[in-house]
């Protein structure tokens, strides 16, 4: 089993920035994808950014430029530093590991951008 906690959501202003922390324990695989995820109101649960245990990364369009993934394998931990934050970016943002076919998930925390 594997327990994710979120942390740093919060209430910003266009423009601002917030970083995100998800805290992995237990079986920890050596070899897994971790990633951010948000879902809006009304909408689908959609992939933000993942990077793998290699530190390989990838994102969404629409926050490239503006969102980094990161991970510290010795803490088990990953990150989302999201600068240049727009309206559109409020939603619930969750993180999420795969590994071992199967994924994970933390409880969500809550992002607001005000205009």
């Known amino acids: 089993q594997v327990q994710l906690v979120e942390s740093g959501g919060g209430l910003v202003q266009a423009g601002g920035s917030l970083r995100l922390s998800c805290a992995a324990s237990?079986?920890?695989?050596?070899?897994?994808?971790m990633g951010w995820y948000r879902q809006a109101p009304g909408k689908q649960r959609e992939s933000v950014a993942a990077?793998?245990?290699?530190?390989?990364?990838n994102y969404a369009d629409s926050v490239k430029g503006r969102f980094t993934i990161s991970r510290d394998n010795a803490k088990n931990t990953f990150y989302l530093q999201m600068n240049s934050l727009q309206p559109e970016d409020t939603a619930v943002y969750y993180c999420?590991?795969?590994?071992?076919?199967?994924?994970?998930w933390g409880q969500g925390t809550q992002v607001t951008v005000s205009s």
């Open positions: 237990g079986r920890i695989s050596s070899d897994n994808v």
């Open positions: 999420g590991v795969k590994q071992f076919g199967r994924a994970y």
């Open positions: 990077i793998t245990s290699g530190r390989s990364a």
